[in-house]
């Protein structure tokens, strides 16, 4: 009987028949919430068969004690916590779940545009606190969002943003002009968006050319009105220069959804008040993770049974 380790906290918490599905298939299921620390992730991976993995982190060294692991199943679209190259060097499949979330993440973006320009969850923790006191904030429509990434939760966003009547533009080094056109959307370079957007919405992978993009020096382009959105991966924004720029005025706010280190304990945006911090959540709706759950968990049963199919049609005598 086959073992699958899995370990993202909401998986399944929308899918009722999911246990009787791995049931069917005959796996055996060893369910533990992550994030898990190193110690405890090679204690249980040493003779599972598959990982379904969510935001933990998975380096060589757990990956060199997973002696029978055939396939890593990612609970999400990003693989970046996930060495993919030398797991697949062990012979470890390495799959994904694209698309099933970008609605969820394109909501959530725009949920931290409006809640940091209004200053929504502030006013509402100050009403709790017995506090009626009303703030100011700045509007979203008509004013000018700048993407950086423009893939299918890039495209989500824009899509929003006409509604809003606001004029986007893009910075990404594959252009999709057919998609410009029909959104009214202009591409244009990485130091024009930074310069003329009033709200600045991540959503690129985290790759070595990506990380640290936005920095001291490059936010210190940005306008001084501006709000900057990151929904994407925490290493692209560089977290200390985040907390200087907001803490010295350079931009207006900011909404952080990802971090370098989760959970970010010791991060410095957490004493600021122009910052809106969530706990990696965007992609937390219940279509979405709903939608992960049944993709994820298909990608490991239509493997295993491939390698049936395989084993079954070596085994097939020539006459």
Not at 24 to 32: D, L, M
């Amino acid at each position: 009987m086959p073992k699958v380790l899995i370990t993202p906290r909401s998986y399944g918490m929308f899918n009722k028949d999911i246990n009787q599905m791995w049931e069917k298939a005959g796996f055996e299921v060893i369910r533990e919430e992550g994030p898990l620390p190193e110690s405890k992730f090679i204690e249980l991976i040493k003779d599972v068969d598959a990982l379904l993995i969510g935001t933990d982190y998975l380096n060589e060294t757990i990956l060199d004690n997973a002696k029978h692991l055939k396939i890593i199943a990612k609970y999400g679209t990003g693989i970046d916590n996930i060495p993919k190259e030398y797991a697949e060097k062990k012979g470890i499949y390495v799959t994904n779940t694209p698309a099933v979330n970008n609605e969820a993440v394109a909501d959530y973006a725009f949920g931290l545009m409006l809640s940091t320009a209004r200053k929504i969850s502030s006013s509402a923790q100050k009403l709790k606190e017995g506090q009626w006191t009303k703030t100011v904030g700045i509007e979203l429509y008509g004013k000018s969002l700048g993407i950086l990434g423009f893939g299918a939760i890039g495209k989500a966003v824009a899509r929003r943003a006409i509604g809003f009547q606001m004029d986007v533009i893009v910075y990404d080094v594959f252009q999709d002009e057919k998609t410009a056109t029909d959104y009214g959307i202009t591409y244009t370079d990485l130091e024009t968006v930074l310069k003329n957007s009033d709200f600045l919405s991540i959503h690129m992978p985290l790759l070595p050319e990506t990380t640290n993009l936005l920095n001291y020096e490059t936010m210190k382009k940005m306008k001084k009105e501006a709000i900057l959105i990151n929904t994407a991966r925490g290493g692209i924004v560089n977290e200390q220069d985040l907390f200087r720029v907001l803490q010295e005025g350079i931009i207006r706010g900011a909404g952080i959804d990802v971090f370098s280190v989760e959970p970010p304990t010791s991060s410095p945006l957490l004493e600021l008040d122009n910052a809106v911090l969530t706990p990696h959540n965007a992609a937390a709706s219940e279509e979405a993770i709903e939608r992960m759950t049944l993709q994820s968990t298909g990608n490991i049963l239509e493997f295993f049974e491939q390698q049936v199919k395989k084993t079954e049609g070596g085994n097939k005598s020539v006459t």
